[in-house]
């Protein structure tokens, strides 16, 4: 029985899980290492992070999860929920302990709520996708600040590149200050130590604007007024799929 | 001329909203050869209007000038509205720079009738064409077939396109002669089973070759109005089930109807559109699609309108309580899918889970079953049914009566000055159709 503390990245989480297989432990809670609170009287284990343990566990779970759930565990450690650690680690070692699949198991609670977990970080991937608003500068660059609730901006580089593919765009996550910027060719992780943007709402600064891009965003604000139907006002079937976070960073709903 | 664009995309905008289509769904294209654009299979909304509708697609008439006058419609000849018809080029930029800022999906084009449906069609052809060739745009396209167009260019339109639609707008033959009597039926159902036909043909072929010019390949969709005529809910369901197998189509869209044209004797006079008809109309279009229901079964044969106060799952289940309990534990999927309160998602995840261990009432719960509702007709590991003697109608009764209760305590917080009256909401309003 023991306190388990590692760094707070997913390795560190599957190098914990290494640990205690290689050294017999019953993790009481797993915790990060900036939410530990001291606990007296209790035995304490800080894990370090060994990429080479972390890879062997991450590759064992990949010859056992069904293809469909081959990213769940990392999804569900993307929502950072307090617990997801415990409930990871029971969910693993009992994985590893049956001989068949426990994936659809709906009846534990580990696995429920682990897809719950992992249903959240998609639905943040889903709306990312949605809301992503570029604006054009007049070097040709289109860029786009985001924010998104989980760190789920790496996910959404396949699609923008399959379809902005003939336009250099960076995509901006203000909330972690990195980024990436498609050049024509190739995506990099990018960033950005001097900021010519709007440290709150992504706006780029209006001189650097392409001319004509204040007055699209007036065409779409424009537009998005004028097909919105009066007479069956429903704002809070609205604010259900477009919640207020996003509000700001888009043309037709920040207020100027 | 940055202006006068502002102004034809507000008028345009305005006169195309009471289109309810905008899904973007049902084909999946990669961008290859370098061009812009792609399309998800899945459809994806990019915002959302104070109506609460989505906004997915760029959605405009091309003109709303009309050469027709039919009743129910906003644009039609006599109404004084403002006018406005956007150039060909106009469209093309506008939907490439939306597309560009990720503000929208693809293209909705649709407009009003001028000279002749033939010169109409003709011209929205041009866009699609101009996009998909010259700008190499590779993002979603939806045309409207304009009725009485030449079979020629509505099937070049479907090259270009992915979806295609023509409305039906109103149910049965009879009214749509009295509101539009330069309309008629076969000229709508015409296009619609051409499309059909070439959806079908295309579908073929690629199973035989392995080059296909695609063919509208998201499918084809209509709508219906919904409360502007007398036509009752069995005829509008059994219409739209056989769109759905005959026709094949992949949507019908309801749409409740508005009062645009006060002044016309022939519509009906209503202070507010028929929000909860429509919405029981969708939730029975959705048993018929997802919940494999047949249109007969949504309803019985006596009163030929949905309940507007229960849905119409679970009326069906109120009316049928022979079939109930559902042991969830042993039935069969398609039985589970039928329990008021499971929904496909959470039908799904009981088979997945009673493989490992019988399901109780906490798993059920936990897996999003609402049990408010289902308690009354399932079984499961410990529950006892509270099927019990349950007349039909005290049924029905009693589980309104328990949302009612719910509903009050949410608002219980403070006392109110002045206690709302009691309206009879149960007894439908009565519309008056003048002949």
Same mark, same amino acid.
């Given at each position: 029985?023991?306190?388990?503390?590692?760094?707070?990245?997913?390795?560190?989480?599957?190098?914990?899980?290494?640990?205690?297989?290689?050294?017999?432990? @019953?993790?009481?809670?797993?915790?990060?290492?900036?939410?530990?609170?001291?606990?007296?009287?209790?035995?304490?284990?800080?894990?370090?992070?060994?990429?080479?343990?972390?890879?062997?566990?991450?590759?064992?779970?990949?010859?056992?999860?069904?293809?469909?759930?081959?990213?769940?565990?990392?999804?569900?450690?993307?929502?950072?929920?307090?617990?997801?650690?415990?409930?990871?680690?029971?969910?693993?070692?009992?994985?590893?302990?049956?001989?068949?699949?426990?994936?659809?198991?709906?009846?534990?609670?580990?696995?429920?709520?682990?897809?719950?977990?992992?249903?959240?970080?998609?639905?943040?991937?889903?709306?990312?996708?949605?809301?992503?608003?570029?604006?054009? @500068?007049?070097?040709?660059?289109?860029?786009?600040?985001?924010?998104?609730?989980?760190?789920?901006?790496?996910? @959404?580089?396949?699609?923008?590149?399959?379809?902005?593919?003939?336009?250099?765009?960076?995509?901006?996550?203000?909330?972690?200050?990195?980024?990436?910027?498609?050049?024509?060719?190739?995506?990099?992780?990018?960033?950005?130590?001097?900021?010519?943007?709007?440290?709150?709402?992504?706006?780029?600064?209006?001189?650097?604007?392409?001319?004509?891009?204040?007055?699209?965003?007036?065409?779409?604000?424009?537009?998005?007024?004028?097909?919105?139907?009066?007479?069956?006002?429903?704002?809070?079937?609205?604010?259900?799929?477009?919640?207020?976070?996003?509000?700001?960073?888009?043309?037709?709903?920040?207020?100027? | 001329?940055?202006?006068? &664009?502002?102004?034809?995309?507000?008028? *345009?905008?305005?006169?195309?909203?009471?289109?309810?289509?905008?899904?973007?769904?049902?084909?999946?294209?990669? !961008?290859?050869?370098?061009?812009?654009? !792609?399309?998800?299979?899945?459809?994806?909304?990019?915002?959302? =209007?104070?109506?609460?509708?989505?906004?997915?697609?760029?959605?405009?008439?091309?003109?709303?000038?009309?050469?027709?006058?039919?009743?129910?419609?906003?644009?039609?000849?006599?109404?004084?509205?403002?006018?406005?018809?956007?150039?060909?080029?106009?469209?093309?930029?506008?939907?490439?720079?939306?597309?560009?800022?990720?503000?929208?999906?693809?293209?909705?084009?649709?407009?009003?009738?001028?000279?002749?449906?033939?010169? =109409?069609?003709?011209?929205?052809?041009?866009?699609?064409?101009?996009?998909? =060739?010259?700008?190499?745009?590779?993002?979603?396209?939806?045309?409207?077939?304009?009725?009485?167009?030449?079979?020629?260019?509505?099937?070049?339109?479907?090259?270009?396109?992915?979806?295609?639609?023509? !409305?039906?707008?109103?149910?049965?033959?009879?009214?749509?002669?009295?509101?539009? +009597?330069?309309?008629?039926?076969?000229?709508?159902?015409?296009?619609?089973?051409?499309?059909?036909?070439?959806?079908?043909?295309?579908?073929?072929?690629?199973?035989?070759?392995?080059?296909?010019?695609?063919?509208? +390949?998201?499918?084809?969709?209509?709508?219906?109005?919904?409360?502007?005529?007398?036509?009752?809910?069995?005829?509008?369901?059994? *219409?739209?089930?056989?769109?759905?197998?005959?026709?094949?189509?992949?949507?019908?869209?309801?749409?409740?109807?508005?009062?645009? !044209?006060?002044?016309?004797?022939?519509?009906?006079?209503?202070?507010?559109?028929?929000?909860?008809?429509?919405?029981?109309?969708?939730?029975?279009?959705? /048993?018929?699609?997802?919940?494999?229901?047949?249109?007969?079964?949504?309803?019985?044969?006596?009163?030929?309108?949905?309940?507007?106060? &229960?849905?119409?799952?679970?009326?069906?289940?109120?009316?049928? /309580?022979?079939?109930?309990? &559902?042991?969830?534990?042993?039935?069969?999927?398609?039985?589970?899918?039928?329990?008021?309160?499971?929904?496909?998602?959470?039908?799904?995840?009981? &088979?997945?889970?009673?493989?490992?261990?019988?399901?109780?009432?906490?798993?059920?719960?936990?897996?999003?079953?609402?049990?408010?509702?289902?308690?009354?007709?399932?079984?499961?590991?410990? /529950?006892?049914?509270?099927?019990?003697?349950?007349? +039909?109608?005290?049924?029905?009764?009693?589980?309104?009566?328990?949302?009612?209760?719910?509903?009050?305590?949410?608002?219980?917080?403070?006392?109110?000055?002045?206690?709302?009256?009691?309206?009879?909401?149960?007894?439908?309003?009565?519309?008056?159709?003048?002949?």
């Amino acid at each position: 029985m023991a306190y388990l503390i590692y760094d707070g990245t997913f390795e560190g989480l599957l190098s914990t899980v290494f640990q205690c297989y290689q050294q017999k432990i @019953t993790p009481t809670d797993i915790c990060r290492e900036a939410d530990f609170q001291e606990i007296l009287f209790t035995e304490k284990l800080t894990v370090a992070t060994n990429e080479q343990q972390a890879g062997r566990v991450w590759k064992a779970l990949q010859k056992k999860l069904h293809q469909r759930n081959r990213e769940l565990p990392f999804m569900a450690f993307l929502s950072g929920e307090a617990g997801v650690e415990m409930v990871l680690y029971r969910f693993v070692r009992r994985l590893f302990d049956t001989s068949f699949s426990i994936e659809t198991d709906y009846g534990d609670a580990d696995v429920l709520q682990l897809k719950k977990m992992e249903r959240k970080v998609l639905q943040e991937t889903s709306r990312l996708l949605q809301f992503v608003r570029f604006q054009e @500068t007049k070097d040709g660059l289109y860029f786009s600040p985001v924010e998104p609730a989980y760190d789920v901006l790496p996910f @959404t580089i396949r699609h923008f590149k399959d379809r902005f593919a003939d336009q250099q765009w960076l995509i901006y996550d203000l909330k972690r200050d990195y980024g990436f910027y498609y050049d024509l060719k190739t995506v990099r992780e990018v960033e950005i130590s001097e900021k010519t943007f709007s440290r709150v709402d992504g706006k780029v600064k209006a001189d650097l604007l392409q001319e004509q891009e204040t007055s699209y965003q007036v065409l779409w604000k424009n537009y998005f007024d004028s097909i919105n139907i009066k007479e069956r006002r429903n704002h809070k079937l609205q604010r259900q799929h477009m919640p207020q976070r996003y509000w700001k960073f888009l043309p037709e709903k920040s207020s100027k | 001329m940055q202006v006068s &664009v502002q102004e034809k995309l507000k008028i *345009l905008a305005d006169a195309a909203k009471y289109d309810v289509s905008c899904s973007s769904s049902g084909n999946s294209r990669s !961008n290859s050869g370098g061009g812009i654009g !792609n399309a998800v299979a899945a459809g994806i909304c990019h915002s959302f =209007t104070d109506d609460g509708r989505c906004i997915s697609l760029f959605k405009i008439l091309m003109t709303n000038h009309c050469i027709y006058d039919c009743a129910y419609c906003i644009n039609r000849r006599t109404n004084d509205r403002p006018r406005a018809a956007f150039a060909v080029q106009e469209i093309v930029d506008l939907t490439i720079n939306f597309y560009r800022r990720n503000y929208i999906e693809g293209l909705f084009l649709s407009s009003g009738v001028i000279k002749s449906p033939d010169y =109409t069609m003709e011209r929205m052809m041009l866009v699609a064409k101009k996009l998909r =060739t010259e700008e190499r745009y590779r993002g979603y396209i939806h045309l409207k077939a304009i009725p009485g167009a030449s079979p020629e260019l509505i099937a070049e339109a479907g090259q270009y396109a992915d979806r295609m639609s023509v !409305n039906i707008e109103i149910p049965t033959e009879l009214q749509l002669k009295k509101l539009a +009597p330069e309309k008629d039926y076969l000229s709508v159902l015409q296009p619609m089973n051409q499309i059909s036909e070439g959806i079908q043909s295309y579908k073929e072929e690629r199973k035989k070759f392995q080059r296909v010019p695609p063919f509208t +390949p998201a499918g084809q969709s209509t709508q219906l109005i919904v409360g502007a005529t007398p036509e009752s809910d069995r005829e509008i369901l059994q *219409l739209s089930s056989n769109f759905y197998h005959q026709q094949k189509l992949k949507r019908v869209y309801y749409s409740g109807y508005l009062p645009v !044209n006060e002044h016309d004797k022939r519509l009906p006079a209503i202070q507010s559109p028929p929000l909860i008809r429509e919405n029981r109309l969708y939730q029975s279009d959705w /048993l018929m699609r997802f919940y494999e229901f047949s249109a007969a079964e949504i309803l019985s044969p006596e009163p030929p309108f949905l309940d507007l106060e &229960v849905d119409p799952k679970l009326a069906y289940a109120i009316r049928n /309580l022979h079939l109930f309990p &559902v042991d969830i534990n042993k039935a069969d999927y398609h039985f589970i899918l039928r329990v008021p309160g499971i929904g496909v998602q959470s039908a799904r995840m009981i &088979v997945d889970a009673r493989r490992f261990r019988r399901l109780t009432s906490y798993h059920l719960k936990k897996i999003g079953v609402v049990m408010k509702r289902a308690q009354y007709f399932i079984t499961c590991n410990e /529950l006892p049914s509270r099927m019990a003697n349950w007349e +039909p109608e005290r049924l029905k009764s009693h589980i309104l009566a328990e949302s009612r209760i719910k509903r009050r305590k949410a608002g219980d917080t403070q006392l109110m000055l002045f206690p709302p009256q009691d309206s009879p909401a149960s007894v439908p309003r009565q519309l008056h159709f003048k002949n």
